[in-house]
């Protein structure tokens, strides 16, 4: 196994996440009759690209922290919507989230929060925004703002169904550009 960065392939040390790789007699052979996603899966060096985003630490243990898929490209950095989502779980007044990339004319993706408030509870786009600005990197802020909404919708198994919010922001362009 190993973590490679995601923009160079180099390999990368403990700790510092990217693309988990595996290779080995047990691994996937390959797809059937379709070399084309084969080689798209598989390099010339035999490893095997699972499209996992993760780290390892130094008892060797390995954390799944998020799918390439999901990732946001924002100007030169690669963000990964889960990492923001749990930081806004840590918020009182957050119930759920979900945060997905909307196309900027010429910043990539801006970062969306849409957020289910907790019963009882009251927060503004503000606050989520700042709260974000206060607490995370340059490249986690939420310039395409927030949204909120009644309930954050998930899938049979739990997970958050982040393709209903995709869909809603696929045809957005956004084009004010983000403050310094």
């Known amino acids: 196994m190993k973590i490679i960065d995601l923009s160079s392939g180099e390999a990368l ?5 990217g693309e988990v790789c595996f290779r080995g007699p047990n691994c996937f052979a390959g797809y059937l009759n379709n070399d084309e996603a084969t080689g798209e899966t598989i390099d010339s ?6 499209g996992d985003v993760g780290f390892y ?16 490209k924002y100007k030169h950095w690669t963000v ?6 749990s ?34 509870k009251s927060a503004t786009e503000e606050e989520i925004v700042q709260y974000v600005k206060d607490n995370m990197g340059y490249q986690n802020r939420l310039n395409g703002g927030v949204r909120f909404v009644d ?12 393709v209903a919010f ?6 957005e362009i956004l084009v004010k550009e983000a403050e310094k």
């Open 45 to 50: 060096d035999g490893w095997y690209h699972s």
């Open 87 to 120: 930081f806004l779980q840590t918020h009182p007044a957050i119930a759920g989230v979900c945060v997905v990339g909307v196309k900027h004319r010429s910043e990539g993706q801006h970062l969306r929060a849409y957020v289910q408030l907790a019963e009882n």
């Open 13 to 17: 040390p403990m700790t510092e996440p």
């Open 151 to 162: 309930e954050i919708p998930r899938l049979p198994m739990g997970k958050v169904n982040r």
């Open 166 to 171: 995709k869909l809603e922001v696929k045809d």
């Open 80 to 85: 990964a919507p889960a990492e923001v989502e």
């Open 57 to 72: 630490d130094q008892a060797g243990n390995l954390y799944i922290t998020d799918r390439i898929k999901e990732l946001c």
